[in-house]
């Protein structure tokens, strides 16, 4: 891969560059930190005259970044498969947005947009370990086809076909939402919970909703999702009545109105809400620890 990075010899400065990439393929922030981790470890691996060689070692570190998280989508299928409960994309806090100069968090070096939502990442969850790199790096990241064929080890034409594959998989799963009203759809369902008003979160929930619930094993949540506006809000009040003392609070997630819940300080819960004409369709609620890490600092 040529043209997609910097031709000077600092590659430390592309770190935040491969975690976005890395983040948008894998839906984990541990797993895309260990892939770019493993690039920069083949880059030192090189000899030096080979090192001097490459024009452009940013693209390099991306080919190199990209064919790792393909093999990663690989196995992720089985290894999910043996997941205790769904398995969600790891739910970023607000605070990373732009990043840091010398963050040491990966969180800290993600760039949230549309491309980050819950709602976009599971979507891209759907496709083909070949069909989403091609897509992330295309649409999202804007890598010509020539330079992603090096990715998947396949012709630029397969490559366009494969991008075009999960941008029509991402139309039929993803419609246009607007943004509008969303922040204030997501303060009502908060006031609804906390009062345990399930007349009011039916009214705020689509019949249709589904709610989706990450434990992996490590935390309560239920297994299967939670179809139906009044499961959920059954569900929901049942939460509130046996957690006293848990505390609400409104939070961007992954860049758009979430909710994170916490007790003592400790954030135990974070749910991602997708909303249309006014009312919740999707909620993804991650309590699995291990996905929270990011969590730590939230007041």
């Not at 797993?31 to 470890?41: G, I, R």
């Not at 998989?169 to 009502?188: F, H, I």
């Not at 239920?222 to 506006?229: D, H, K, M």
Request: aromatic share 6%; glycine share 10%; hydrophobic share 45%.
């Amino acid at each position: 891969m040529v043209g997609a990075g910097t031709a000077t010899g600092d590659v430390a400065g592309e770190r935040g560059q491969l975690l976005n990439i890395g983040y948008r393929l894998l839906g984990s922030l541990a797993e895309a930190e260990d892939a770019v981790q493993e690039a920069y470890t083949r880059w030192y691996a090189l000899p030096r005259a080979r090192r001097e060689e490459i024009a452009v070692p940013g693209a390099w570190l991306t080919t190199v970044t990209g064919r790792i998280c393909l093999d990663v989508l690989g196995s992720a299928r089985s290894r999910r498969e043996r997941y205790t409960g769904s398995w969600l994309p790891d739910p970023l806090p607000d605070r990373a947005a732009g990043g840091r100069d010398g963050a040491t968090d990966p969180a800290d070096l993600m760039v949230l947009d549309e491309s980050v939502t819950m709602a976009f990442l599971v979507v891209l969850e759907s496709m083909t370990p070949a069909a989403r790199v091609a897509f992330v790096l295309h649409d999202v990241f804007r890598y010509p086809f020539a330079e992603i064929a090096d990715v998947l080890g396949r012709t630029p034409g397969a490559c366009k076909q494969l991008a075009a594959s999960g941008r029509r998989r991402l139309r039929e799963e993803r419609p246009p939402v607007s943004a509008a009203g969303r922040d204030d759809v997501v303060r009502q369902v908060k006031k609804a919970w906390e009062a345990r008003n399930i007349a009011a979160l039916v009214d705020l929930l689509d019949p249709a909703a589904v709610l989706t619930a990450d434990g992996g094993g490590l935390a309560s949540a239920v297994l299967r999702p939670v179809e139906g506006g009044a499961r959920i809000a059954a569900y929901m009040a049942a939460i509130a009545d046996r957690a006293p003392g848990l505390e609400l609070l409104e939070r961007r997630v992954n860049g758009a109105p979430g909710l994170v819940a916490r007790s003592g300080g400790t954030v135990l819960t974070v749910a991602s809400l997708d909303i249309a004409a006014g009312r919740v369709t999707r909620l993804w609620v991650v309590r699995n620890p291990e996905k929270l890490r990011p969590w730590l600092d939230e007041t």
